[in-house]
C-alpha cells in the first residue's frame, strides 16, 4: 500500500440533519437527527426522502466522527475518503 499503514478505527458513526423542503416538489431529505448511525463496516441508513423527494434536494449540515482505537498513533495529518452508495432499497 505505497508504505502507507491503516489506522485502527474502532466506531466511525455519520449524522445528517434533515434538508430543507423543496417548494416546488414539496420533496425533503430526512436525516439521521441527533442520532449518529454507525457506518463502520457495515450499512447504514443515515439519510432518506418522503414520497416526494424527487429532482433537486439537499440534507441538512453532515457530519462524522472517526474514533481510533489505539492511542499509539503518531502525530500528523491524515486524509481519507467517505464512499456512498444511494439505495432505493433501504427503508
Avoid: C
Amino acid at each position: 500500500m505505497n508504505g502507507s499503514s491503516i489506522l485502527p478505527v474502532a466506531p466511525f458513526a455519520f449524522t445528517t440533519a434533515d434538508g430543507t423542503k423543496n417548494a416546488a416538489t414539496q420533496g425533503q431529505i430526512l436525516g439521521t437527527g441527533a442520532t449518529a448511525a454507525s457506518i463502520y463496516q457495515g450499512n447504514a441508513k443515515v439519510a432518506t426522502g418522503n414520497a416526494n423527494a424527487n429532482g433537486t434536494n439537499d440534507s441538512g449540515q453532515t457530519s462524522a466522527v472517526l474514533t481510533l482505537n489505539d492511542n499509539t498513533i503518531k502525530a500528523g495529518q491524515y486524509k481519507g475518503t467517505i464512499d456512498y452508495t444511494l439505495s432505493p432499497s433501504m427503508d
